[in-house]
């Protein structure tokens, strides 16, 4: 559980960024680009963590607040807050978090294990912790960032 | 990748276009309104066909395009009379030749008894053309093993000075069936007596096909006079074969060029293999007749369309999505030069309105590329009609109007399914069978007519029969059956009518395999619905029904009307809007404790709050503080939507919303406005059906949302 899914890389680029008082990070390799909040169009029947979505360049992008997702209070977004854009599998979302804050390199062996918790979020999403300048820096897979199966269900 | 690959794409690309023409041209014959030309046409489009699939060594292709080219030569040579019967066989054909066709672009497999029995009907008919009529030879004939044929081909010296190749001739042979090779070195000379320029070689060929000697000798055709050539019929069937024929040629001498000296070495070895794959030289020194001329034919044709170029329709779509970008932007901008505050009439302002109309023309003009006329999908009806009346034993004529009508690509197609599914429809339902007919005083013969034509900015299909209509009395009965109205339901001929679109409502007694499994109508509907359509049946009893089908033109721009509610922007497509209306309180009642009704000219018509629906908030709004739009979904379903305030109209660019997210309930698709911003765009059926069915509505609360 603790270890990495794709531990067959040994050196990745991550990127680190802020939600609230916490620090996450994913592959830099997911990352499309990053931009500045604009105002979303909101969603009828959405999941609470979807904000709805925005144009970005005559695409359609659903916005995912990340903090919402993860079980973390929620805060009107403002011109700080920037969205990062990702790409999962063919899809294309933007991640609403508070600031980037870093680009690491990490190896493997940075990574730790997750402790064994019962959270299904931390489960789910945390992948390893990172200690960056005695910080500590969650690792997350964004794969169930936008799970179909449970928005079907909904 | 691999320059072949493309070539042969292209190869395919030209054979549908051959098809087509071949198609439309036998139309024309049968219709009785060809003219020469039109069987010259004909005629083209089987031996392009032909003469390409030789290149790319497609064998069962050539051997059919080969029989059926015979066939309409003797047509065209006047041999053989175009009779309806005749003209019958040649429009199956070019079915099977189209499968044919299909199977060697798609390495599929074709129904190879099909094929069989239509190459046996055609020795037949061009028998006919000798023998007296009505004389069927047993069938089985062709189903026996094909006659083998003996050919020795001794070339002369002249045969090679004239750059023919004896490796491209025996591949020609090579398409009337299966060969086999030996070469006969025995007179080759030794190495000091051989002359360079000399021709030594034999080829005794074993040939198993069923064909006449002279489709044997039309091989030889060029170079008959430069060699020996022997036929012999090992197994005596035919009697038109005379053994022992010789033909000698004169065997000049070469003054023009030199064969190289290796030619005859690498002749021998590669000959008897009879596929030097490697020697693909270019079809202007050969001695083939079928590229030449289906080069000749190809140029032809070239000539006889207006000049068209080939695009990948990806760089269409590309530049589809960039005019819609700018689109959006110049609204931008508009709106930016607005805010600014900048004058009407200023420079700025009036340059601006210029960009306006130059952008509205160019995506009208990018729009035009992709619009394709209808013919594409008409063209495959005939061949359906075919088959349907063959499966069902009725007798059909298919009469199509309006072919040169254009619509978007993306609607192209996407009505080939609906179509065909009413095109079967009104065989197997609509047609009866030629002896009702008859005792009704009609021709054995139905008609379908296919017709297209634009109207007020959509395209409306219409698939008319002339059968016996819908028989209102049993369409109520079965309904009732199904528990799909109540029994004491009092419903005008036209509602009665509408009601075989309803899920599960089938008349056909018995399920056949063309249609009636008690799907069909409803998946139509549903399938028009989803692009934006409506489909609607009036009947005659007695002379026939009619479907009209009426789809936007396009799937990449919508007219909206833009409203809002409850701060949310939305845009309602203008299509589905009938009038729009200031509600006043006395004219709302409640039905129950969700639904309202306003009363409308005398009727009643179910109230949506669309903000409460789409769930963006809890309460309902208070109906005369808002604007009331009446809509009708599918089927004719009318509700009123109330929102609070309209906006205008807009043409806009639809966007996906499944693309990055998935399908929202209630939202057909997303749209970028003006100011940059996504808004949405209602799925007015969805939200009408909220209202009729109470199932979904406890769904549509706000447990889920925020």
């Not at chain 2, 044919?100 to 008894?113: I, Q």
């Not at chain 2, 006919?128 to 189903?143: I, N, Q």
Request: glycine share 6%; charged share 25%; proline share 6%.
């Amino acid at each position: 559980m603790g270890k990495s899914a794709n531990s067959g890389i040994n050196t990745r680029e991550l990127i680190a960024f802020r939600v609230g008082r916490q620090e996450f990070c994913i592959n830099v390799m997911a990352v499309r680009e990053i931009r500045g909040w604009t105002a979303a169009t909101a969603l009828p029947r959405a999941p609470r963590y979807v904000r709805g979505v925005i144009n970005l360049r005559g695409a359609v992008l659903p916005i995912v607040e990340l903090a919402v997702r993860l079980g973390l209070p929620s805060n009107e977004p403002s011109a700080r807050n920037v969205i990062i854009v990702v790409q999962i599998a063919h899809q294309q979302i933007g991640l609403l978090v508070d600031a980037v804050s870093d680009i690491l390199t990490a190896n493997d062996a940075n990574i730790q294990p997750t402790p064994d918790v019962s959270s299904d979020l931390v489960k789910t999403f945390v992948k390893g912790l990172l200690p960056v300048d005695g910080r500590m820096i969650s690792l997350i897979s964004l794969d169930h960032v936008l799970p179909q199966g449970e928005l079907e269900a909904a | 990748m691999d320059p072949m690959a493309a070539i042969r794409e292209t190869f395919f690309q030209e054979c549908e276009e051959q098809l087509a023409e071949l198609e439309a041209g036998l139309i024309l014959m049968e219709s009785g309104t060809a003219e020469a030309e039109t069987v010259n046409a004909v005629f083209r489009a089987v031996h392009s066909i032909k003469g390409g699939a030789g290149i790319f060594a497609l064998d069962a292709l050539v051997r059919f395009a080969h029989v059926f080219e015979t066939a309409l030569d003797q047509v065209r040579s006047g041999t053989l009379a175009a009779g309806a019967a005749v003209l019958n066989l040649l429009l199956r054909a070019a079915d099977v030749l189209a499968d044919l066709v299909r199977a060697a672009r798609e390495n599929g497999t074709v129904d190879e008894a099909r094929t069989a029995a239509l190459v046996v009907e055609f020795t037949q008919i061009s028998n006919l053309g000798h023998e007296p009529p009505l004389t069927p030879k047993p069938a089985p004939k062709a189903l026996a093993p094909a006659p083998a044929w003996l050919i020795s081909f001794t070339p002369a010296s002249a045969l090679y000075a004239k750059a023919n190749e004896t490796a491209l001739l025996l591949r020609e042979l090579r398409r009337l069936g299966p060969i086999e090779v030996a070469l006969d070195a025995t007179h080759l000379p030794e190495l000091s007596e051989l002359d360079p320029e000399g021709a030594y070689l034999t080829w005794n060929i074993t040939l198993e096909a069923d064909c006449t000697e002279q489709a044997i000798r039309n091989v030889f055709e060029f170079v008959e006079d430069d060699c020996q050539l022997n036929i012999t019929c090992a197994t005596p069937a035919e009697p038109a074969l005379k053994p022992g024929d010789v033909i000698t040629g004169d065997n000049g001498f070469s003054f023009e060029f030199f064969p190289p000296p290796v030619f005859d070495d690498e002749e021998a070895s590669a000959a008897p293999k009879a596929e030097p794959e490697h020697h693909e030289p270019p079809p202007a020194l050969t001695a083939k007749q079928n590229p030449v001329e289906a080069m000749a034919a190809k140029a032809e044709s070239a000539a006889a369309v207006s000049a068209t170029i080939r695009v990948d329709l990806d760089r269409v779509d590309r530049m589809i999505d960039l005019v819609g970008e700018l689109v959006i932007n110049e609204a931008m901008l508009s709106q930016r030069v607005l805010e600014a505050g900048i004058a009407r009439a200023s420079g700025v302002a009036m340059a601006l309105e210029e960009l306006e109309h130059l952008t509205r023309e160019i995506q009208d003009s990018v729009m035009a590329i992709r619009a394709q006329p209808v013919r594409s999908v008409f063209q495959r009806m005939p061949r359906l009609v075919r088959e349907v009346a063959a499966q069902t034993g009725k007798q059909a004529r298919l009469v199509t109007e309006g072919e040169g009508t254009e619509v978007d690509k993306t609607v192209i197609e996407r009505i080939a399914d609906p179509l065909t599914h009413m095109i079967r429809n009104a065989i197997d339902h609509g047609l009866e069978s030629p002896e009702k007919r008859l005792a009704a005083g009609k021709p054995a013969e139905g008609i379908v007519r296919l017709s297209a034509l634009h109207r007020s900015g959509r395209i409306v299909l219409e698939v008319a029969d002339d059968g016996a209509g819908i028989n209102r009395a049993r369409v109520k009965e079965k309904a009732l059956e199904n528990g799909l109205i109540a029994p004491d339901a009092a419903l005008t001929d036209d509602e009665i009518d509408n009601l075989i679109f309803l899920p599960g409502f089938s008349t056909a007694s018995t399920v056949s395999d063309i249609s009636g499994r008690g799907v069909g109508m409803d998946v139509v509907r549903q399938s028009v619905v989803a692009l934006g359509g409506r489909i609607s049946i009036s009947s005659r009893p007695g002379l026939g029904s009619t479907f009209t089908l009426s789809l936007p033109l396009t799937l990449a721009v919508l007219d909206g009307m833009v409203v809002s509610a409850r701060g949310h922007t939305l845009i309602i497509p203008l299509g589905a809007i009938v009038e729009t209306l200031k509600p006043k309180a006395a004219d709302v009642f409640p039905l129950d404790g969700e639904i309202n009704v306003i009363r409308l000219r005398g009727g009643y018509v179910p109230m949506v709050d669309v903000a409460a629906s789409l769930g963006y908030c809890d309460e309902f709004v208070e109906p005369d503080q808002s604007v009331a739009l009446l809509v009708e979904g599918e089927g004719g379903v009318r509700a009123v939507l109330l929102v609070d305030a309209i906006h205008g109209q807009r043409q806009v660019v639809i966007k996906s919303l499944e693309a990055n997210y998935r399908a929202v309930p209630g939202i057909a698709a997303a749209t970028v406005m003006g100011d940059g911003r996504v808004a949405l765009i209602l799925d007015v059926d969805a939200v009408v059906k909220t209202t009729r069915s109470e199932l979904s509505r406890p769904e549509l609360s706000l447990a889920e949302a925020r």
